[in-house]
């Protein structure tokens, strides 16, 4: 079953706007991670975030964790057209062994150019 | 390889075909994931290995799929007696053995499966 629930499911800004994506998971984690896909292309990863850590910095991206929420949001400052694609985020589950990702729905994100 | 390798891009079957997917994972890394995705958003776990061992296969639909990582091979996802439903975009994904999974995975730009 989807675990993870991406809100806005569709977001679209300006060139040079900021875009704030938000994702809530149900069970514990050992981590969670944002993905982008492009349009047809696979996932590539963008950030990782440990359930320990509760704000993370790559580049033009912020990733924060609230683990009493069970929430995540993604923040891509200075927005570029490059950066439209849909992202997703991913937890991995913190019982037993598991090292599958459980996926959210996803945001589609438009940078107007 | 640097990259995760899926053939082929498209498959195209007619219901009740086989269907087989192939993933080469990038050199060294020990875990091999397949995930399904439909209609461009819900990624649903199909299935893990741990080199040529199966690792969890909770998500697989057992009496039709099956999978397999044997050494010095792709690994292969292969679906019997295809139906509507399986129409999707395979994705094969892999990651370096690391204690407690705090790496991040690795996908191909997978094999989108038409079953007409």
């Known amino acids: 079953s989807q675990q993870g629930e991406e809100d806005p499911q569709a977001l679209s800004i300006q060139e040079g706007e900021n875009a704030t994506m938000n994702c809530s998971y149900k069970?514990?984690?050992?981590?969670l991670q944002w993905y982008r896909q492009n349009s047809g292309r696979g996932l590539v990863h963008l950030i990782l975030?440990?359930?320990?850590?509760r704000e993370k910095h790559s580049g033009r991206l912020r990733v924060t964790l609230d683990t009493s929420k069970k929430s995540s949001s993604l923040l891509i400052t200075a927005s570029r057209a490059a950066d439209t694609a849909s992202y997703f985020c991913?937890?991995?589950?913190?019982?037993?062994?598991?090292?599958?990702?459980?996926f959210g729905s996803g945001t589609q994100l438009t940078v107007l150019p | 390889g640097e990259e995760v390798a899926q053939t082929p891009k498209h498959l195209v079957r007619g219901e009740g075909q086989k269907a087989k997917l192939y993933c080469a994972p990038i050199?060294?890394?020990?875990?091999v994931f397949w995930y399904q995705q439909v209609l461009k958003n819900e990624f649903k776990f199909l299935i893990s290995?741990?080199?040529?061992?199966?690792?969890?296969e909770t998500g697989m639909p057992k009496e039709r799929f099956s999978a397999k990582c044997l050494p010095n091979s792709p690994c292969s996802l292969e679906i019997q007696a295809t139906k509507l439903e399986d129409s999707a975009v395979y994705f094969c994904?892999?990651?370096?053995?690391?204690?407690?999974?705090?790496?991040?995975?690795?996908f191909g730009d997978g094999t989108r499966l038409s079953i007409l």
């Open positions: 994904a892999s990651s370096p053995r690391t204690r407690g999974g705090n790496q991040p995975q690795h």
């Open positions: 069970t514990s984690i050992n981590n």
């Open positions: 975030i440990r359930s320990n850590e």
């Open positions: 991913a937890s991995l589950i913190s019982s037993g062994s598991a090292r599958q990702l459980t």
């Open positions: 050199k060294g890394h020990s875990y």
């Open positions: 290995f741990q080199n040529e061992n199966v690792f969890d």
